[in-house]
C-alpha cells in the first residue's frame, strides 16, 4: 500500500501508522456491526417466537395493571394537535391518562384543544418536584369521555421543561414519553409495559421501541392503515437507516443491556427514577439521551440492579425529512446532543465501576458513533493529499472502498433480509427493490452527507457554541384519500424569542 | 473469450497476496448480498404460497366446520364431516403444514363461538386427531408451548395432569405456559402449584393467572393461607391479589402479619389488600407501621387506607398530618382521605385558615370535584 524509500523517513512511518490504524480500524467497525447484527437476529426471532402466544387480552381487562402517564409536550402543534391527542387518547391500555403541555405556543394550539375536548381550567396543586417554568393553568374535559386528559399550559421553557412539567402533574408509576407528531400503534403501551412486567430479578428502570418512518404511508384517525416505502429517495435513504438502526443496533445493545440512548420519540420510564435523578435536563440539546445515560448512572451508583429494555416491535410512525436541508439542520443537532451527552458523562469512559456501560456502550459510542465520521473525514482528506503527492498504492486504496461499499450493500440487504423474516412490513415486490436500489445508491451520496452533518455538527458544538433546536412548523393530517402522503413537516429557522422545541424525528437514530 | 479468463487467471495469479484476500472479501459479499436478494425473493414467494393454501383450506374447510357447529347434525353425519376434512387436508408433501392450518383454523373459531358450537368444536379437535399431535409435540418437547397453549385454548381438560409436570419446569417460558394452562383447566383445583413454587412468578404473569382465576365462582380458596405464608414473594403477592379480587376474607390474621413484611411490594400490596377488603381491624397496626417506616410510598398507602376504613380518631390523624408533614405527596394522600372520609369541612375550614402557598393550592385541588 505504501511504497518505501529504502531508508525508512519519520514521514514514511507516519504513513504507515495512519494507513494501519484507518484499515484497522475500518475492519474493526465492519466486524462489530456483524457482531450487532447477528446479535439482533437472535433476539428478535426470539422475541418474536416468546411473544406469538402473548394474548394482551389479559392486561387489558387486568384491575392489576400499573398506571401509565402518556407525556406529550406540545408547541405551535395546532395543525395536527387535535387528531394526535384524539389518537393517544385511543391507545389500548386499561390504566393511563395523557397529559399534553402546551408549552407556551404561539398559535392557537391550546384554543383548539379547548373547544375540541370541552377543556375547563381547573384548581391543580402543580407540585414542583421538578424545577420547570410557571405553570398558568390546568385543565380538563367536563366530558366524562375525555376524563383522562390534561392539558397543562406552561410558559415557554423548551421540551426538556415541558416533560419536567408533564411530571411534575402526572400521577402514574410509569410514564410515557413521546413527541407529539408520532403516530403511535394501538398496542404499543402495552407491549412497551411487558419488559417491565415481566422482569423479576432486576429492576427495568426504561423501555424503548422500535420507530420507523411514515412517509408515504396512509394515515387515518391517527392510525397507520397501510404501510409503503417514501416516494423520496432521500427518505427511503432514511428508512434503510431507521431500519439498520433500529431492527440491528439498538435491538442488539438492548439484548446485552447496553442501550445509551431510548428515543424521545417513544420510551417508557420508571417514574420514581426519573424524579430522584432530577429529570429531564434544561440546558442538554439531546435531553432524551442525557436522561437514559443519567438513569443508568444513577442506578448504578446507587446500587440499584437495574435494566434497560427494549422491543422490537415497530410500535411508533414518525415521518423524516424530505428535504437536504431540513435534515441537514436534524443531523446537526443529532450530533450536538450526542456530543454534549458524551462529555457531561466522561466519567462512564473505561471505568469498570459503571460495568458494560462504561466498559462497552460508551466506548462504542464515542469510537464509532461520535468519532466514526471525523476520522472519516479526516482519512478522506489525508487521502487526497497523500494521493497528490503520490506516497499511496491508489489500486489497493480502490479495492479497499470496494470491500466498505460491498460491506454496507451487503449489511443493507441482510437488514432487509431480517427485515422480511421477522416483522414483514414492506410486502409489495417493488417496494422492495426500491429498497434494495436505494441501498445500492446510500453508501455514495447519503453517507458522505451524514459524515458532513456530522462535521458541522462538530464544528457548531467546538467553535460556534451552538446549542438551540429548530422550530417546526406542521401543516397537519392530510385526508388519506387518493394514496395519501399523511402530514408534511416543514422546519423553519430558530427563533430568536423561544427556546423550542420539538422535534419531528427520535434523535440518534 | 478463453484469451480473457487466462488473462484474468494470470492476472490474479500475480497479485500480492494482500489484494487477494481484498478481492476475494469483495468478490464475497457482492455474492453474499445476491444470494440474499434471492432468499429475500424466494422467502416471498414461500409466504405467498403458504398463504395460497391457507386460503384454500379455509375456503373449503369453512364450510364444513360451519355445517358441524351450526347444525343439529348426528354421529354420522359428523364423522362424514371429518372425511371430508381429512381429504382436504391430505397432502403427501403438506399433511403436517395443512394439519397447522386447520389446528389455527378451529382455534380461530373457538375463540370466537360459545355454547354449543364450542363443544362441538371441542369434539371435531379431538376426532381429527389434533389434540393428539398437540400432545405429541407436547412429549417431543420441541414445541411445549404451543402445545400447551393449544390444548387450554381447546379446552382439553382430560391433559391436564400431561400439562402440570411443567408448572414447574426450568424453561421460565414453559413453565408459565402450563402454570397458565392448568388454572383455566383446572381451575382453583389446579392451583396447587403455588403450594411450593420456588421460582419467581412475573407480574405479568401474576396478572395472566388472576385473569384466569377471575372466572372462578366465590368460593372459599383454602390453599390461600399456605401462599401467604409462601418464601417466595411473588406467591404471597399474588396470594394478595386474589385475596382481594376474590373476597377472601377467611386469612385476615395472615393478612394482618403481612402489613409488616420486610418486602416493600409484598407491604403495599397487603395495605392496599386491607383497605378493599376493609378490614378496619388492621387500623392500629397501620398506626404502628406508619410509624416505622420510612419509604414515602408506604405512608401513601396507609393515609389512602385511613380514608377508606377510618373513623374520627383518622380524622384526627389527618388532620394532623395536613398540618405537619412538609413532604408534598403525603399532605396530598391525608387531604383526599379526608375528602374521602366526609369531611369536605375539615378542608374548608384549612382553606379559610392561613395555611402554606402549597397547602392551600392542595385543598383547593382537593375541594376541585372536576378533578
Redesign the interface.
Known amino acids: 500500500m505504501i511504497e518505501f524509500d529504502n531508508q525508512n523517513s519519520f514521514i514514511d512511518v507516519l504513513i504507515y501508522v495512519f494507513f494501519f490504524v484507518t484499515y484497522g480500524y475500518t475492519v474493526f467497525v465492519m466486524v462489530s456491526y456483524l457482531v450487532l447484527g447477528i446479535l439482533s437476529v437472535v433476539q428478535a426471532r426470539k422475541y418474536l417466537r416468546r411473544n406469538s402466544y402473548t394474548d394482551y387480552l389479559n392486561i387489558l381487562q387486568s384491575p392489576e395493571a400499573p398506571t401509565v402517564s402518556i407525556l406529550a409536550p406540545a408547541y405551535n402543534e395546532e395543525a395536527s394537535i387535535i387528531e394526535n391527542v384524539r389518537s393517544l387518547l385511543s391507545i389500548r391500555y386499561p390504566n393511563f391518562e395523557v397529559i399534553v403541555v402546551n408549552d407556551g405556543s404561539r398559535d392557537r394550539s391550546l384554543i383548539k384543544l379547548i373547544e375540541e375536548y370541552h377543556l375547563e381550567r381547573v384548581d391543580f396543586a402543580v407540585n414542583y418536584t421538578l424545577a420547570t417554568k410557571n405553570v398558568k393553568a390546568v385543565y380538563k374535559s367536563k366530558n366524562p369521555a375525555y376524563n383522562n386528559l390534561v392539558v397543562v399550559d406552561k410558559e415557554n421553557g423548551g421540551k426538556s421543561d415541558a416533560l419536567n412539567a408533564a411530571i411534575n402533574v402526572s400521577t402514574g408509576e410509569y410514564t410515557l414519553n413521546i413527541d407529539v407528531d408520532c403516530i403511535l400503534e394501538e398496542d404499543c403501551l402495552l407491549k412497551l409495559m411487558k419488559p417491565f412486567l415481566e422482569e423479576t430479578e432486576k429492576n427495568m428502570i426504561a423501555t424503548g421501541g422500535v420507530v420507523r418512518i411514515a412517509n408515504n404511508c396512509k394515515i387515518d384517525k391517527g392510525r397507520i392503515t397501510e404501510i409503503n416505502v417514501p416516494n423520496k429517495l432521500l427518505s427511503q435513504f432514511q428508512t434503510l437507516e431507521y431500519l439498520r438502526s433500529f431492527l440491528l443496533g439498538r435491538v442488539a445493545w438492548g439484548s446485552l443491556d447496553g442501550l445509551l440512548l431510548i428515543s424521545g420519540a417513544l420510551g417508557v420510564f420508571q417514574k420514581e427514577l426519573v424524579i430522584a435523578c432530577g429529570g429531564y435536563d434544561d440546558d442538554t440539546i439531546g435531553e432524551d439521551m442525557e436522561l437514559t445515560v443519567r438513569m443508568r448512572r444513577y442506578a448504578r451508583e446507587k446500587d440499584i440492579d437495574y435494566v434497560v429494555g427494549f422491543v422490537p416491535d415497530p410500535l411508533c410512525w414518525t415521518e423524516v425529512p424530505e428535504s437536504w436541508a431540513v435534515l441537514r439542520r436534524q443531523r446537526n443537532r443529532w450530533t450536538r446532543g450526542a456530543l454534549e451527552t458524551l462529555l457531561a458523562h466522561k466519567r462512564l469512559f473505561l471505568n469498570p465501576y459503571y460495568g458494560k456501560i462504561g466498559m462497552i456502550s460508551y466506548p462504542y459510542w464515542l469510537l464509532f458513533e461520535w468519532l466514526a465520521p471525523l476520522i472519516e473525514a479526516f482519512g478522506i482528506l489525508l487521502l487526497v493529499l497523500f494521493s497528490l503527492l503520490g506516497v499511496i498504492n491508489i489500486s489497493f486504496l480502490y479495492l479497499f472502498i470496494a470491500l466498505i461499499y460491498g460491506y454496507t450493500v451487503s449489511f443493507t440487504i441482510a437488514t432487509l433480509y431480517i427485515e422480511e423474516i421477522t416483522f414483514f412490513h414492506y410486502k409489495k415486490r417493488r417496494q422492495l427493490l426500491r429498497l434494495v436500489l436505494a441501498g445500492l445508491l446510500e453508501p455514495l451520496i447519503f453517507h458522505p452527507f451524514l459524515v458532513y452533518c456530522s462535521v458541522t455538527g462538530n464544528w457548531d458544538y467546538f467553535f460556534e457554541g451552538k446549542k438551540a433546536w429548530g422550530s417546526m412548523k406542521r401543516v397537519g393530517f392530510k385526508k388519506p384519500s387518493n394514496g395519501s402522503k399523511g402530514r408534511k413537516i416543514t422546519i423553519s429557522k430558530p427563533s430568536p424569542s423561544s427556546k423550542n422545541q420539538v422535534r419531528s424525528s427520535p434523535a440518534g437514530a | 473469450m478463453s484469451r480473457f479468463f487466462t488473462e484474468t487467471y494470470y492476472f490474479l495469479v500475480a497479485l500480492e497476496p494482500?489484494?487477494k484476500i481484498?478481492?476475494f472479501?469483495?468478490i464475497s459479499?457482492?455474492i453474499?448480498?445476491a444470494a440474499?436478494?434471492v432468499?429475500?425473493?424466494r422467502?416471498?414467494s414461500r409466504?405467498n404460497s403458504v398463504e395460497n393454501r391457507e386460503r384454500r383450506i379455509s375456503r373449503n374447510v369453512e364450510p364444513i366446520i360451519q355445517e358441524i357447529v351450526f347444525s343439529e347434525s348426528d354421529g354420522g353425519e359428523f364423522k362424514d364431516a371429518i372425511k371430508k376434512i381429512n381429504r382436504i387436508v391430505d397432502s403427501a408433501l403438506y399433511r403436517k403444514s395443512n394439519m397447522a392450518i386447520l389446528n389455527e383454523l378451529i382455534l380461530y373459531y373457538h375463540r370466537n363461538l360459545g355454547g354449543e358450537a364450542f363443544n362441538r368444536l371441542e369434539m371435531l379437535y379431538r376426532e381429527i386427531g389434533l389434540k393428539q399431535i398437540a400432545l405429541d409435540n407436547l412429549r417431543i418437547g420441541e414445541w411445549h408451548?404451543?402445545a400447551i397453549?393449544d390444548l387450554s385454548t381447546m379446552r382439553m381438560g382430560e391433559s391436564l395432569f400431561d400439562i402440570l409436570q411443567y408448572t414447574d419446569y426450568e424453561n421460565q417460558?414453559v413453565r408459565y405456559?402450563a402454570q397458565y394452562a392448568a388454572v383455566k383447566l383446572g381451575g382453583k383445583k389446579a392451583m396447587g402449584f403455588l403450594d411450593d413454587l420456588d421460582t419467581?412468578?412475573?407480574?405479568?404473569?401474576?396478572?395472566?393467572l388472576?385473569?384466569q382465576s377471575l372466572k372462578f365462582e366465590y368460593e372459599l380458596i383454602d390453599r390461600m393461607g399456605k401462599w401467604l405464608r409462601s418464601d417466595n414473594n411473588?406467591v404471597v403477592v399474588f396470594g394478595l391479589?386474589i385475596m382481594r379480587?376474590l373476597n377472601q376474607y377467611h386469612e385476615k390474621g395472615e393478612l394482618r402479619k403481612l402489613l409488616y413484611h420486610k418486602d416493600e411490594k409484598v407491604q403495599e400490596k397487603a395495605i392496599d389488600t386491607a383497605r378493599e377488603l376493609a378490614y378496619a381491624e388492621c387500623l392500629e397496626n397501620l398506626y404502628e407501621v406508619y410509624e416505622l417506616t420510612k419509604k414515602i410510598r408506604i405512608k401513601k398507602q396507609i393515609l389512602c387506607a385511613m380514608g377508606d376504613l377510618g373513623g374520627s380518631k383518622e380524622v384526627g390523624f389527618l388532620r394532623e398530618t395536613i398540618a405537619r408533614e412538609k413532604e408534598?405527596?403525603l399532605v396530598?394522600e391525608a387531604a383526599q382521605s379526608l375528602k374521602r372520609l366526609g369531611r369536605r369541612d375539615v378542608l374548608v375550614s384549612y382553606k379559610e385558615q392561613e395555611l402554606s402557598e402549597?397547602g392551600e393550592?392542595?385543598v383547593?385541588?382537593i375541594?376541585?370535584d372536576?378533578?
Open positions: 494482500r489484494y481484498v478481492l472479501l469483495v459479499l457482492l453474499l448480498a440474499m436478494i432468499i429475500v425473493l422467502e416471498r409466504k408451548i404451543k397453549n417460558n405456559e419467581p412468578m412475573s407480574e405479568w404473569q401474576q396478572i395472566r388472576l385473569d411473588s391479589m379480587n408534598y405527596d396530598f402549597k393550592s392542595i383547593k385541588h375541594l376541585d372536576r378533578i
